[in-house]
């Protein structure tokens, strides 16, 4: 395959190893339908390969490494959604990608149809490593101090297949960032780190552990302020050492390293570590500069050259056309370069399904990518896609190339920005549907001059306690409850997962779920009334309490 | 996926699966077949399901099955309707995607 821009080039060593892994599957599947293996020897098998059994089928979840993908990549999705799904993908909260309607006959084509674009769903499932995440302005935002992709990779190959971590107490997910505006959620992360510059000219990393959502929602504490980049793998090596050894296995509800953080205190956790350290062989986790370089050099990097008039062009556009204009308000972020945005394709438009995407749209999106921006997509944990680097003067006709495929909402980080997670429709673990009531409070806020009005206010709804749709980190979040076959909706509110990381404080007892979205459009007409200037929603909510909205949600003013 | 099993008044039980393959959910019907439409399962009481489901999981294999528990149904005009909404869901497709509700007709996977 041709060289592209953001991503780690694999070598044949990578390859032979893919074939070789899906080689085994092939016959594991093989083994399974023929009966040589039961259902308890196989799951754990196919768990290893990114494959659940849903509520109706197979679905499958991709892996996309720091959330960075190629066209080819992208066309590949739609292949799968085409010829082996119903014509979807789902973009999760993870920066992977689902397919709900897998056959597993079909299972290991699919994976070499995937491997022939360098994908993989190994570790999307499973006590091990999870997909690394990172930031989805990176390599691109102005606001940026050091590109996280290089040492994402470094720590996608630390942790592929690690045979020490590989049956951990409990799934262990890694995010990192390289901005201080926290765009990872890495204080929601078993691990966290934070790149910035080291006082020796090198990458130092601030540290995070013990944070997560899930049954027990907790905020990450800081274990270190500044890791060198040489100590990095070690220390990383250290703190899941320590997870391993003292996590607990008797209880899944308390396998997670926040637990053990929790009980042993983050002091004494950092010194668990740091005795740890002392009995490693430090040097041969030392991430040297020539390591770090040698890894670098298999990314290949933009050519950023933007005509002089870029900006003036953009300009033009925008004030030729208010609809334009209004998507490059909200869905666009200050480049590093000049002449260059970010843009953000918001995978909420008004009543869809957060995350969803048709294969039309996917190979649409491979398309605009290529005439637009180097052949790159990025996707979010908020469920979204973004190509990282445009040029300003080119900006409108790639937002009219998303209009024309239903792509062009004007909502990022707005009301109508929603994270859900697939919930009871096609998940075996919810107790409630996420995406009904997600395509409802999509189209109640769907008028764009109500939802700049509104401002930032992020909605998150999780179908059930495992909160993969993040819901204490919403601003407003919804949680669903089961109520012998009635969906009931429990609602928080002050939940964020940027620097400022909290997690939401439950305002009172679950809503019906008929009655939920008109809840929640009281607390917006709450907050319009209360805030003062242009205060967001968090900010009022500081200011005044959570009295005032929930009078509003349960109507008792 | 097996969940606490609570029966209410007037209600039954009948016995559910994935198949194998292609993960489609089936249901025991008459003569210990599985089929993919709900309307024609078997209903138990649910002593009697929980003795079927022991009998059937030794077989699973050789039914190209996956998965089998039992559910609470209520008894309708056009059959045996699920108590639970994850239940509805299974018998009748996801709710967001009407294309891809299962007819009585046709049923699961058609």
């Given at each position: 395959?041709?060289?592209?821009?953001?991503?780690?080039?694999?070598?044949?060593?990578?390859?032979?190893?893919?074939?070789?892994?899906?080689?085994?599957?092939?016959?594991?599947?093989?083994?399974?339908?023929?009966?040589?293996?039961?259902?308890?020897?196989?799951?754990?098998?196919?768990?290893?390969?990114?494959?659940?059994?849903?509520?109706?089928?197979?679905?499958?979840?991709?892996?996309?490494?720091?959330?960075?993908?190629?066209?080819?990549?992208?066309?590949?999705?739609?292949?799968?959604?085409?010829?082996?799904?119903?014509?979807?993908?789902?973009?999760?909260?993870?920066?992977?990608?689902?397919?709900?309607?897998?056959?597993?006959?079909?299972?290991?084509?699919?994976?070499?149809?995937?491997?022939?674009?360098?994908?993989?769903?190994?570790?999307?499932?499973?006590?091990?490593?999870?997909?690394?995440?990172?930031?989805?302005?990176?390599?691109?935002?102005?606001?940026?101090?050091?590109?996280?992709?290089?040492?994402?990779?470094?720590l996608r190959q630390w942790s592929t297949l690690h045979p020490e971590f590989t049956f951990l107490p409990r799934k262990f997910k890694i995010a990192i960032s390289g901005s201080p505006n926290d765009r990872v959620a890495a204080r929601f992360h078993d691990i966290g780190v934070v790149a910035r510059p080291g006082s020796d000219g090198r990458v130092a990393f601030q540290i995070f552990v013990g944070g997560g959502l899930g049954r027990t929602p907790i905020v990450g504490q800081e274990l270190y302020p500044?890791?060198?980049?040489?100590?990095?793998?070690?220390?990383?090596?250290?703190?899941?050492?320590?997870?391993?050894?003292?996590?607990?296995?008797?209880?899944?509800?308390?396998?997670?390293?926040?637990?053990?953080?929790?009980?042993?205190?983050?002091?004494?956790?950092?010194?668990?570590?740091?005795?740890?350290?002392?009995?490693?062989?430090?040097?041969?986790?030392?991430?040297?500069?020539?390591?770090?370089?040698?890894?670098?050099?298999?990314?290949?990097?933009?050519?950023?050259?933007?005509?002089?008039?870029?900006?003036?062009?953009?300009?033009?556009?925008?004030?030729?056309?208010?609809?334009?204009?209004?998507?490059?308000?909200?869905?666009?972020?200050?480049?590093?370069?000049?002449?260059?945005?970010?843009?953000?394709?918001?995978?909420?438009?008004?009543?869809?399904?957060?995350?969803?995407?048709?294969?039309?749209?996917?190979?649409?999106?491979?398309?605009?990518?290529?005439?637009?921006?180097?052949?790159?997509?990025?996707?979010?944990?908020?469920?979204?896609?973004?190509?990282?680097?445009?040029?300003?003067?080119?900006?409108y006709d790639l937002w009219r190339g998303l209009v024309e495929v239903g792509l062009g909402a004007p909502n990022f980080g707005l009301i109508g920005d929603i994270v859900a997670c697939p919930g009871l429709d096609y998940c075996a673990l919810a107790n409630a549907r996420s995406i009904p009531i997600a395509q409802k409070l999509g189209a109640r806020f769907a008028d764009m001059s109500l939802q700049e009005q509104i401002g930032a206010l992020q909605i998150n709804i999780s179908g059930c306690i495992n909160?993969?749709?993040?819901?204490?980190?919403?601003?407003?979040?919804?949680?669903?409850?089961?109520?012998?076959?009635?969906?009931?909706?429990?609602?928080?509110?002050?939940?964020?997962?940027?620097?400022?990381?909290?997690?939401?404080?439950?305002?009172?007892?679950?809503?019906?779920?008929?009655?939920?979205?008109?809840?929640?459009?009281?607390?917006?007409?709450?907050?319009?009334?209360?805030?003062?200037?242009?205060?967001?929603?968090?900010?009022?909510?500081?200011?005044?309490?959570?009295?005032?909205?929930?009078?509003?949600?349960?109507?008792?003013? | 996926?097996?969940?606490?099993?609570?029966?209410?008044?007037?209600?039954?039980?009948?016995?559910?699966?994935?198949?194998?393959?292609?993960?489609?959910?089936?249901?025991?019907?008459?003569?210990?077949?599985?089929?993919?439409?709900?309307?024609?399962?078997?209903?138990?009481?649910?002593?009697?399901?929980?003795?079927?489901?022991?009998?059937?999981?030794?077989?699973?294999?050789?039914?190209?099955?996956?998965?089998?528990?039992?559910?609470?149904?209520?008894?309708?005009?056009?059959?045996?309707?699920?108590?639970?909404?994850?239940?509805?869901?299974?018998?009748?497709?996801?709710?967001?995607?009407?294309?891809?509700?299962?007819?009585?007709?046709?049923?699961?996977?058609?």
């Amino acid at each position: 395959m041709s060289v592209s821009i953001g991503q780690y080039h694999y070598d044949q060593v990578d390859r032979d190893f893919l074939s070789a892994r899906i080689g085994e599957f092939s016959e594991q599947v093989a083994r399974r339908l023929d009966g040589s293996l039961t259902e308890d020897e196989f799951k754990p098998l196919r768990l290893m390969n990114g494959l659940y059994l849903q509520l109706h089928a197979y679905m499958l979840r991709v892996a996309v490494p720091y959330g960075t993908l190629n066209a080819q990549q992208v066309r590949a999705f739609a292949d799968v959604a085409r010829r082996y799904d119903r014509g979807y993908g789902h973009f999760t909260t993870r920066q992977n990608i689902q397919f709900n309607w897998i056959r597993l006959e079909d299972t290991p084509d699919i994976l070499r149809l995937l491997a022939d674009v360098d994908m993989h769903a190994l570790q999307t499932s499973g006590n091990c490593i999870r997909n690394v995440t990172s930031d989805e302005f990176a390599g691109a935002a102005a606001d940026e101090l050091v590109d996280p992709r290089v040492h994402a990779e470094i720590l996608r190959q630390w942790s592929t297949l690690h045979p020490e971590f590989t049956f951990l107490p409990r799934k262990f997910k890694i995010a990192i960032s390289g901005s201080p505006n926290d765009r990872v959620a890495a204080r929601f992360h078993d691990i966290g780190v934070v790149a910035r510059p080291g006082s020796d000219g090198r990458v130092a990393f601030q540290i995070f552990v013990g944070g997560g959502l899930g049954r027990t929602p907790i905020v990450g504490q800081e274990l270190y302020p500044a890791v060198p980049e040489e100590r990095l793998l070690a220390t990383l090596e250290a703190i899941i050492r320590v997870y391993n050894a003292h996590g607990r296995r008797d209880n899944i509800y308390k396998a997670r390293i926040k637990i053990l953080v929790q009980a042993l205190g983050i002091e004494a956790y950092r010194e668990a570590v740091e005795t740890e350290l002392a009995q490693m062989d430090v040097a041969r986790y030392r991430l040297s500069p020539e390591m770090v370089s040698s890894i670098e050099a298999r990314f290949a990097s933009p050519d950023l050259n933007a005509p002089d008039n870029a900006a003036d062009v953009l300009a033009e556009q925008r004030a030729r056309d208010f609809v334009f204009d209004r998507w490059v308000r909200s869905n666009t972020h200050a480049h590093r370069a000049a002449g260059h945005i970010i843009a953000v394709v918001s995978l909420k438009t008004p009543g869809e399904i957060p995350g969803d995407v048709t294969a039309d749209q996917l190979d649409r999106l491979a398309g605009l990518s290529e005439r637009f921006a180097y052949g790159e997509l990025r996707t979010t944990h908020l469920q979204n896609v973004v190509f990282g680097h445009v040029r300003q003067d080119q900006l409108y006709d790639l937002w009219r190339g998303l209009v024309e495929v239903g792509l062009g909402a004007p909502n990022f980080g707005l009301i109508g920005d929603i994270v859900a997670c697939p919930g009871l429709d096609y998940c075996a673990l919810a107790n409630a549907r996420s995406i009904p009531i997600a395509q409802k409070l999509g189209a109640r806020f769907a008028d764009m001059s109500l939802q700049e009005q509104i401002g930032a206010l992020q909605i998150n709804i999780s179908g059930c306690i495992n909160a993969c749709g993040h819901h204490h980190a919403g601003h407003i979040g919804l949680l669903g409850v089961d109520k012998r076959g009635e969906e009931f909706f429990q609602m928080t509110l002050g939940g964020r997962a940027d620097d400022q990381a909290a997690v939401g404080k439950i305002l009172g007892p679950a809503l019906p779920e008929d009655d939920t979205v008109d809840a929640i459009a009281r607390i917006v007409d709450r907050y319009l009334k209360e805030r003062s200037g242009k205060e967001s929603f968090l900010e009022t909510l500081k200011r005044v309490g959570e009295t005032p909205f929930k009078e509003a949600a349960y109507d008792v003013v | 996926m097996k969940r606490a099993l609570r029966v209410g008044a007037g209600e039954g039980v009948v016995i559910t699966a994935n198949r194998l393959l292609d993960g489609a959910i089936v249901w025991l019907a008459a003569d210990d077949i599985w089929l993919t439409r709900m309307q024609r399962a078997n209903v138990f009481e649910p002593e009697a399901a929980v003795e079927r489901v022991s009998a059937l999981q030794s077989r699973a294999q050789s039914d190209g099955v996956v998965g089998i528990y039992e559910i609470a149904v209520r008894p309708e005009e056009t059959g045996p309707m699920p108590v639970t909404m994850r239940e509805r869901i299974r018998a009748f497709g996801p709710t967001v995607h009407p294309q891809f509700a299962y007819t009585a007709q046709e049923g699961v996977g058609a």
